[in-house]
Structure formats: C-alpha cells, structure tokens
Nanobody, 121 residues
Framework: QVQLVESGGGLVQPGGSLRLSCAAS????????MGWYRQAPGKQRELVAL???????DYADSVKGRFTISRDNAKNTVYLQMNSLKPGDTAVYYC???????????????WGQGTLVTVSE
C-alpha cells in the first residue's frame, strides 16, 4: 500500500503565496509521475501540474507563470509553489502519483486526501 499525505493548504489573500507538499510512503519501488489536481465547488477535478521522474513539468494554462511544481525524488515528495494567487484558484488540491510497487507490474494510481486552498480577502 502507498499513502500520499498533503500539507500546506489554508487561507490566503489575493496576490499571496502558498506552498503545498505531498509525501508518498509505503511499498514504493519507484514513482513514475507526481502531480497536483484541484476541484472547485461545482466543478470537475482538473490537472494543475504534473512532473515525471525526469523531464520538464506540465502545467494547466491557467497557472503557467504563477505555479511551480518540483520533486525531491530521494524523499518521494512533490511540492507546488503557488504565487500570485487569485480567487479562482480556490479549490481542494489533491496530490496524485503513479507508483510502481512491483517492478513486474505497471504503475498504480494513488490520491491524497486533499487540502483546501482558499483565496479571499
């Protein structure tokens, strides 16, 4: 089993910054991708940023230039630095990872429990 534990959400004013963290633990052989999704009230869950074990990250157009995803592969941790936050960024942010627990099997997808980010005056 693999667990993803997120931290760093909260209330911030427009224009402010927050940093989310997500640490993976458990029976991990390797992690293929780690990323962040978000779900605002009444909307579908959407990709925010994604980072494979190597190569450049992918970002949603709405966050390009404001958010930065990074990984510490040695710690099985992914971060999301969010700057210039807008009210439209308000959502529950979920950590996502595709984890290889057995090298003879394909990666399995795991989700964190979610952390709420509220951008408001």
């Amino acid at each position: 089993q693999v667990q993803l534990v997120e931290s760093g959400g909260g209330l911030v004013q427009p224009g402010g910054s927050l940093r989310l963290s997500c640490a993976a633990s458990g029976s991990i052989f390797s992690i293929y991708t780690m990323g962040w999704y978000r779900q605002a009230p009444g909307k579908q869950r959407e990709l925010v940023a994604l980072k494979a074990s190597s190569g450049p990250p992918d970002y949603a157009d709405s966050v390009k230039g404001r958010f930065t995803i990074s990984r510490d592969n040695a710690k099985n941790t992914v971060y999301l630095q969010m700057n210039s936050l807008k009210p439209g960024d308000t959502a529950v942010y979920y950590c996502n990872a595709h984890v290889i627990t057995n090298p003879t099997l394909p990666p399995a997808e795991y989700w964190g429990q979610g952390t709420l980010v509220t951008v408001s005056e």
